[in-house]
């Protein structure tokens, strides 16, 4: 019997590559082994207290659909929160979203039609490539390369790729995967672009804090002339350690953009309300909350960059933020790799979970040699995870030497 067919649009959308290994990782936990989560952004900090504890006290009678625009409470409080970045924002800037995927989503929908084109360097956050399925539009990438950090492209490289078609240059500083830190130069590079092509720069900003080593993160709302094209997305995921709690922002001055983002939110209803409670505390909170969480990654960013370097045949530049490193390492399948770390590999009862890297690709065929590290774990379980990792990257290399036995191996600790 035949059966009725799915949309083009769910034939296309891919899957996650940061959750498409999950079924081996539950298996592996099934059979008694500890799997170390470093494929995922998701933070062990604790959520920020201010939020917890807001959420505590919320008492409603009856949770109601809020504004659609997102709560004013939240919304004032991120208008304080920007203003000591140099940054005034009206309230009619800013619209809440049910996390920064709704925010880009709707961006991407606010400025593109079907098939219209978006210039974004690769590797990027897998989920962009979902986005731009489901917003009907298509991401043209500019490939990067670990040799040298996954600098921003050149000018030259942009302009090649720029089309009638073209809206939007997407870009992401701090970065996920790469944690690399775009300079002012080249915040100016894509700004310039922008306003020489009339075209819009989306500002992916939501590891804005997390910079190491006295570098500062420059947002595209720090170069001049950029009120009508720059829009940023936001979110208190990371930030605030609040995954969960799903809510960003689109903010812009383009009052124009804005009345379109806000239709999108409209037909959605309204953002979570828990979820703004908790957020509208974060943003109001004064602790230093940040601040230590700022040096906590960069000791973690420490751990894995010097375990990293350990690998003989290795590229992988320091990572400037964030709290992820993309590296490139000396197998000849990632995603194999990945897949038998969970089902043929342990040390000892541990095993790791690690992205691969063609994932964060738009490009066929590229990062089948570059996993993505997130280091979300505290020091002791990171210095853990990075043995077994690097134990199993031996392991993988000697498998067709090896009894099959032998899989399960102790490195020395």
Known sequence: MSRPPLSKRAERIPASPIRKLVPYALAAKQRGIHVFHLNIGQPDLPTIPAGLKALRDYQPKVIEYGLSQGDAALTAALVKYYAPLGHHFEPHHIVTTTGGSEAISFAMMAIGDEDDEFIIPEPFYTNYNGFAVTSGVRLVPITTFPENGYRCPSVEQFEERITPRTRAII??????????VYTRAEMERVASLAQKHNLYVISDEVYREFTFDGVAAVGILDVEGMDERAIVIDSISKRYSACGARIGSVISRNNRLMEAVLRYAQAR???PALGQVVAAAAYSDESDYIAQSRIEYQRRRDVVYERIQEIEGVVCQKPQGAFYALVKIPVDDVESFAQWLLTDFS?????VMVAPGPGFYATPGLGGREIRIAYVLNCDELEHAMDVLVAGI???NQRGALDPSSAITTPDR
């Open 171 to 180: 870009v992401n500083s701090p970065g996920n995967p790469t944690g690399a």
């Open 269 to 271: 209803l309204c953002p």
């Open 347 to 351: 040390v000892e009862g541990f095993t």
């Open 394 to 396: 031996g392991a993988y």
